[in-house]
């Protein structure tokens, strides 16, 4: 077998076999990762082996496969691109690789892709340049152009290949929303040739091969890569080549992302640009659009704050939570769950264990709290079936893994027992004594609550190292955070199963230190108190909303208040009152709206119409404008929406500083992850932390004083914030 480094190159990531039946293999490993990336390397060993393909008579045709088990190549490496600095430079390398690309496309040979596993971004580029494409049938197996999530395009011709083999639709919204597509789909798109099993993936690649060999002998005039239905041809048509189509098509596109991005994502825009361009002037006009614009989002604001999250939960998913585990500690696995409680929480908790592979005992107080329980759970399953993200036989099998009793039977089986009951302390402290007393020694207790202090839950336990706070954000099976809470004598062991059951159950993990309200909660309960303020200023409750969903937000705080429930909000607040004093004292509009009996979605009455008469218009749901008499005020004040975003927003922002300060995070990565993924924090700034080092501590400082100056208390600016801004220092060091 030859390499690339034959051809004087260090550190092959590919290996050229020699030809048999006029095929070679050619096959992708990176000997220094566990996944294949585009890098420099492989585009100078790709060059090289490019040129002694066309050169050797003997090979007609090439397999491009892994040597990487059920993985193709998963994109560009991402500190290489995160490390380039100017945007010529970007430009000119994307430029290089869709050149490279091209000779693929372009040459006699005839290159097949034979991919087992995921094929994203640039390895979908490098899959979509060759002549034919093998995927296997394998769950792992998809593709995908996840740029956008990076806050960039692809930059290797991927969005105008896709074009071209299927159309411009189809380019639009793998480059818009980055989905990953599979096997079946991807076919039935025409994004692909052939789906088969694993197994015979490298034979049928091959005869493919030999196929369009056989064609091009033939004489045969019909491109070989024209995987096109015919109702894709004449829809192709109607579109691309009709200039009132184009217009029509890419102007609705551009509407829908303002709407969706308020122009804080620069980088879906582009991509309309890119695909515009090519429908318009053709592929060569695309391809040059598209370097340059690439090279411009490399370098961009936005760009490097989502890379920076990407790189985050990429550290997070090889983190244990605790730094004092010694290395290569083999963990009790967890095999058997119990959940007391089986509410939309307690039941999505048992969704996505079961899905995980772990069997869960559901424990209710009666039969229809235990009906009830395992409804839920055959809901979410049914879901995932009907959406086709699960097949009947795994949703069978996810089901068979639940059972509920209205008793502890199962208990001493349990690995874990997560308790997600009401939020009251004498409860959970009488679940954790019943449960010591019946659980086996090694057995975790985990609580859902989302502001009582571990440490009080734990105060008579007679196993205090196997407590803990497992957070779970609601709907669970749509969440992706969970934030676990250690105490004081939460053993290093239980921390680290508990990270590794939230990975399992496909949680990006935080892990903090216990006190009231922990770190999420916290941080949101000044933010919803802000707004109520604002409100009993009288500004419209709608104004608020839209401000902050404005300054990117997937909600506004009230109608998330309304979500969350206003007596769970007041329950939270009467608890975060008491530990913080002032600082987190709630206006008085909020225990008017509950004596009122508004609870918000959950009763149907809250700051928000909800039934028939809630009715959304132009997609916003309508405010029950009787809320402003009830709090006593006309909804008449003026203000700009940079005023509502900056105090509801540095709330948010101060007190995450205040949590770290006090020891509550063990870094600002987490405290950025946890106010993205739990509360939704616009990612585009990055995080709390983030935000702050972008515009200086001193300005974040200067601002929060000047509200402390005007509002008192609930503004004391954190102590480490003033520090950093007295020091001229980043959270970020």
């Given at each position: ?303 490097a704050r989502l890379v920076e999250i990407f790189e985050a939960t990429t550290a997070l998913k090889k983190d244990t939570g605790t730094d004092r585990l010694a290395p290569g500690t083999e963990l009790p696995a967890t095999t058997r769950m119990t959940v007391l409680g089986g509410g939309l929480m307690g039941g999505g ?385």
């Amino acid at each position: 077998m030859s390499g690339a480094h034959d051809r004087g190159l260090a550190g092959a990531v590919m290996q050229l076999g020699e030809p048999e039946d006029g095929i070679a293999m050619l096959v992708l490993d990176d000997p220094e990762a566990s996944v294949n990336t585009l890098t420099q390397a492989f585009g100078e060993q790709l060059a090289a082996l490019l040129d002694t393909i066309e050169s050797n008579d003997s090979i007609l045709g090439v397999v491009v496969s892994s040597a990487k088990k059920q993985s193709f190549i998963v994109g560009a490496n991402i500190q290489m691109v995160a490390a380039i600095k100017f945007a010529q430079e970007a430009e000119r390398g994307a430029a290089d690789l869709a050149q490279l690309f091209g000779r693929i496309k372009a040459s006699k040979k005839i290159f097949v892709a034979a991919i087992d596993g995921p094929a994203l971004g640039g390895g979908f580029e490098f899959a979509l340049a060759c002549h034919a494409i093998i995927l296997s049938d394998s769950p792992k197996t998809m593709v995908a152009l996840p740029e956008v999530q990076l806050g960039l395009l692809p930059g290797a011709n991927g969005l105008l290949r896709v074009a071209e083999r299927a159309d411009v639709r189809v380019a639009l919204d793998l480059g818009l929303t980055g989905k990953n597509v599979r096997p079946k789909k991807a076919k039935t798109l025409g994004l692909v040739d052939d789906v088969v099993p694993a197994a015979h993936l490298t034979k049928v690649a091959k005869a493919k091969v030999h196929a369009i060999l056989e064609a091009k002998k033939k004489g045969n005039k019909k491109k070989h890569l024209d995987v096109q239905t015919l109702q894709a041809d004449v829809t192709r048509s109607a579109i691309e080549g009709n200039p009132l189509g184009r217009r029509v098509l890419f102007s609705k596109a551009r509407e829908a992302l303002r709407k969706k991005t308020r122009g804080h994502y620069p980088a879906p825009e582009r991509i309309v640009d890119v695909l515009e361009r090519y429908a318009s002037k053709g592929f060569a006009a695309g391809a040059a659009l598209e370097a340059k614009l690439f090279g411009e989002l490399v370098v961009s604001e936005v760009s490097a704050r989502l890379v920076e999250i990407f790189e985050a939960t990429t550290a997070l998913k090889k983190d244990t939570g605790t730094d004092r585990l010694a290395p290569g500690t083999e963990l009790p696995a967890t095999t058997r769950m119990t959940v007391l409680g089986g509410g939309l929480m307690g039941g999505g908790i048992a969704f996505v264990t079961a899905r995980a592979g772990i069997h869960v005992r559901i424990r209710e107080r009666d039969e229809a709290g235990r009906g009830r329980a395992l409804r839920y759970v055959g809901e979410l399953v049914g879901e995932r079936v009907k959406k086709k993200q699960s097949t009947a036989i795994d949703g069978q099998a996810d089901l068979a893994r639940v059972t509920a009793t209205t008793d502890w039977s199962g208990l001493k089986h349990a690995d874990i027992v997560v308790e997600a009951v009401f939020e009251d302390l004498e409860l959970k402290q009488e679940m954790l004594r019943q449960v010591e007393a019946i659980a086996p020694a090694h057995a975790l207790f985990a609580s859902n609550t989302s502001s009582i202090p571990i440490t009080q839950i734990a105060a008579n336990a007679q196993r205090p190292e196997n407590v803990l706070g497992m957070h779970y954000f609601s709907p669970v099976h749509k969440m992706p955070l969970l934030e676990i809470i250690r105490t004081a004598k939460t053993s290093d062991e239980s921390v680290a199963r508990a990270v590794a059951l939230g990975k399992k159950q496909g949680k990006t993990v935080i892990v903090v230190g216990d006190g009231v309200g922990f770190y999420t909660s916290r941080i949101l309960a000044p933010y919803l108190n802000e707004a109520a303020y604002l409100l009993s200023e009288g500004v419209a409750i709608d104004v608020i909303d839209d401000a902050m969903v404005a300054w990117g937000f997937p909600v506004g705080p009230l109608q998330l208040l309304d979500e969350v429930g206003i007596d769970v909000g007041s329950h939270v607040g009467v608890v975060m009152r008491q530990a913080f004093g002032d600082r987190m004292i709630a206006p008085a509009a909020t225990s008017k709206l509950l004596d009122d009996g508004r609870k918000g979605r959950k009763n149907g009455r809250g700051l928000y119409l909800y039934g028939d008469a809630g009715a959304k218009k132009k997609g916003k749901r309508q405010v029950d404008t009787s809320v402003y008499k009830l709090v006593g005020i006309e909804p008449t004040a003026q203000m700009a929406a940079e005023d509502i975003q900056m105090r509801c927003g540095l709330q948010m922002v101060n007190e995450a500083f205040h949590c770290f300060g006090e020891g509550i995070l063990r870094g600002p990565r987490d405290g950025d992850i946890g106010a993205i993924f739990g509360l939704g924090f616009p990612p585009f700034r990055g995080g709390p932390f983030r935000y702050v080092d972008t515009i200086g501590a001193a300005e974040a400082y200067r601002r929060i004083q000047g509200f402390h100056d005007r509002f008192g208390a609930r503004w004391e600016p954190a102590p480490l914030l003033r520090e950093l801004a007295r020091d001229g220092k980043r959270s970020y060091n």
